[in-house]
């Protein structure tokens, strides 16, 4: 996990495992003896594995697809929530496979939905704090998740079937992330923004 103070340009990176409860009550404690406060909350851990059959998934990595995809977000945020000040912010990564889930991708698309699922409902209960909620759902991204979980005839052919023929880079995604955490967005909770070249389906 990363600490991030912007004005400053501070980042402090903090090891730890956040499928546990208790490393994300600390993880926010800490945030908040080392800056003072807590504006914003990215929920952007994941995991998947690809699979051809639903009898191949292990349940051991069923398990652990949901505990770092979707306990890990409900335990940060609610670690969080209490601590965020009116203006505060807190988004989830969700995905495409939310809406549009692959057959390979069972657990992962799974968890996906959950999170949409959850970004309404804290959407809800966070704004009696003021705090906005939201969520970017994006379509195939490059990023190390890729290559190091997915059959190399997948990999070449990653983000192909996009209207710019390829997957977004982490860049592209960030100036959502900027925007739904700014200013300019403060009238904007409990929504879900698609960034999935071509391919959102909601």
Known sequence: MRLVEAAGRKAVAVPGDIRRKIFCQQLVEQTLRTFGRLNVLVNNAAFQRTHEKLEDIPEDEFDATFRTNVYATFFLTQAALPKM??????????????????????????????????????????????????????????????????????????????????????????????????????????????????????
């Open 85 to 202: 000040k009116p203006g505060g912010v807190v988004l989830n990564t969700c995905s495409i496979e939310a809406y549009q889930p692959a057959e390979s991708l069972v657990a992962y698309a799974a968890t996906k939905s959950a999170l949409v699922s959850l970004t309404k409902s804290f959407a809800k209960l966070a704004m009696k704090s003021g705090v906005r909620v939201n969520g970017v759902a994006p379509g195939p991204v490059w990023t190390p998740l890729i290559p190091a979980t997915m059959p190399a005839e997948q990999v070449e052919t990653f983000g192909s079937n996009t209207a710019f023929g390829r997957p977004a880079m982490p860049v592209e995604q960030a100036a959502i992330f900027v925007f739904l955490a700014s200013d300019d967005a403060s009238c904007v909770t409990g929504e879900l923004y698609g960034a999935t070249g071509g391919k959102t389906p909601f």
